[in-house]
């Protein structure tokens, strides 16, 4: 039962790495996507001064992936799984205020962010039970 746990915790702590760093590098980094763009326009005259899209997104896609490899380097540490979270929340609120016509597209930030904060509820749970 405990090593099932344990499967359980590297499954989930390596999918949410993916996650993250997946989308900090595909939409990001090395391709800036044209939804990407999008979003970061919708900010209107809330984008900072003198802070091109591309510099914007390449400041997420660094982000994203940070969290990544912190997920990955602190394994018995809880605090990158919560700061993926946290992150997770405040990215679909942001979604929700500025672009909220991307929520009901196939493949959306609910269902990424969603399914991300699900994942890591299952990465702290079971961290929990197989200590």
Request: proline letters at 4%; glycine letters at 6%; hydrophobic letters at 60%.
């Amino acid at each position: 039962m405990i090593e099932d746990v344990k499967r359980i915790y590297l499954v989930a702590r390596i999918s949410l790495a993916f996650l993250f760093i997946y989308h900090g590098l595909a939409p990001k980094i090395l391709t800036l996507s044209d939804m990407e763009v999008a979003m970061i326009n919708n900010h209107g005259d809330f984008l900072p001064l003198g802070i091109s899209v591309d510099q914007i997104a390449l400041l997420g896609g660094l982000w994203d992936c940070l969290i990544g490899v912190a997920i990955l380097v602190f394994w018995k540490q809880r605090w990158p799984i919560l700061v993926s979270m946290i992150t997770l929340v405040v990215l679909l609120i942001d979604v929700a205020i500025f672009s909220p016509q991307y929520l009901v597209e196939a493949f959306n930030p609910v269902t990424t962010n969603v399914l991300g904060l699900v994942v890591g509820l299952i990465s702290l749970l079971s961290k929990r039970a197989s200590l």
